[in-house]
């Protein structure tokens, strides 16, 4: 697994004071003032940084950064992924998962048919959207309910799902 998870994307600038607009990947914007530190992948650089100001607007999460302390080095930042160490990440209910740990999964039928491997996680208004693409490039749609997805096993990469009417 992974050590570092994506918590959100810097899409902008916020005032002249080197603040950053992230836009949050997680369901709770608030825990963005429990973390003290972050990193930022510039190209192939890890850099990090120590959150001095976190405030938010409408869904968005505005956040102060020791070293960035205007808007033309904040503008440097525009497009790069915020990530947490894994072990400051939150803790997940019983049968959720951070996306990363599912993008690669092989998804197999209950009936032991490899469907292909989870390529990308979507969500909807009521539930996410797993995108499982085969060897061939074909895609199918799984719904993340309860009805389709049967057993995850993070360790193993492996998803066994039941194909209701409609999905195949």
């Known amino acids: 697994m992974k050590q570092l998870l994506e918590i959100g994307k810097i899409v902008n600038t916020y005032g002249i004071k080197g603040f950053l607009k992230v ?4 369901d709770n914007i608030k825990r963005f003032e429990d973390l003290k ?12 940084f120590t959150i001095e100001e976190v405030k938010y607007n409408k869904n968005l999460v505005m956040i102060k950064l020791k070293g960035i302390d205007d808007i033309n ?8 992924y915020i990530k947490i160490d894994r072990q400051y990440a939150v803790e ?8 990363i740990d599912l ?19 979507f969500r909807t208004g009521s ?13 199918i749609l799984l719904p993340a309910i309860g009805e389709v997805i049967k057993e995850v096993d993070i360790q193993n990469k492996k998803m066994v799902v039941h194909l209701i009417a409609g999905l195949e």
């Open 103 to 121: 993008i690669g999964i092989e998804v197999f039928t209950d009936t032991n048919r490899n469907l292909g491997k989870i390529e990308d996680v």
């Open 73 to 80: 080095i904040a503008q440097n930042y525009k497009n790069y």
């Open 37 to 48: 530190t972050i990193y930022i992948q510039v190209k192939n650089d890890l850099q990090e």
């Open 127 to 139: 539930n996410d959207v797993y995108v499982v693409k085969d060897e061939k490039g074909k895609q």
């Open 23 to 26: 836009v949050p990947y997680t």
């Open 92 to 99: 997940l209910p019983e049968d959720s998962y951070f996306i």
